[in-house]
């Protein structure tokens, strides 16, 4: 039986806030926003054009028959999202002036450095530079 | 700035577990494990070599610095998992036989059939065929 993983979906509380946050802060490309009027809501798929990772993002309004509460604390079936960068310092510079600093980190963890922001819902942003040639 | 996005985390509650299901289920192929000390943790990340969808499993033990209880309800953040598949009808008899049937449809939705299992910890995995030339 062949399945094809083509994304990952995560739910935000602003479709606009978000699509702006990943990418206009993060570089993705916005490919298709759509309404769902099945479940009352909307969503935007965008990617990296290098690498093909995918994320939708999905939004719901609240008499949505799909609709709950959104937790107060992250979630914690979504760990993180990972995102490689050349430079993690300039990187953080960068996310700092807008509005982003991180919420742990930076750490060397192995041959990595590590740090984690949050993105407009909370979701952990992990971004991380490879400081040797290990593979992640 | 440059961001690559290389691949999506969770949280799963038995590594050994979610590695099977997604590995033997669904057909992902199991690119790296890996104990991770400073987190008391390991993960294991697993990619859909057609796609190159990448998604990195995350378990945590009990007294990891970063382990939080895990929630009994779906984690909201985390909408759903998207896989494409050729049959619907055969791929949910497929997921029937190995204890996972459909929590939500089958339905039709615009040019898709569409339904949702759970896997192991309860994360939303969403099965489409597409029905028409429609991109998604």
Not at 60 to 81: F, I, R, T, W
Not at 89 to 116: C, I, K, M, Q, S
Request: aromatic share 12%.
């Amino acid at each position: 039986m062949k399945f094809q993983f083509v994304y990952t979906g995560i739910r935000v509380r602003d479709l606009e806030q978000s699509i702006r946050f990943y990418t206009e802060v993060l570089g993705l490309r916005l490919v298709k926003r759509a309404e769902e009027p099945v479940n009352k809501g909307e969503y935007a798929l965008v990617e990296d054009e290098e690498t093909g990772q995918a994320l939708e993002l999905n939004w719901y309004s609240a008499d949505s028959p799909v609709a709950k509460p959104y937790p107060d604390q992250e979630g914690e079936e979504l760990d993180h999202l990972g995102f490689e960068v050349a430079d993690l310092e300039a990187t953080l510079a960068y996310l700092r002036e807008r509005g982003f600093a991180p919420v742990l980190g930076p750490n060397v963890d192995g041959g990595f450095a590590v740090a984690y922001i949050r993105d407009p819902d909370g979701i952990w942003v992990e971004c991380f530079q490879r400081l040797t040639s290990g593979q992640r």
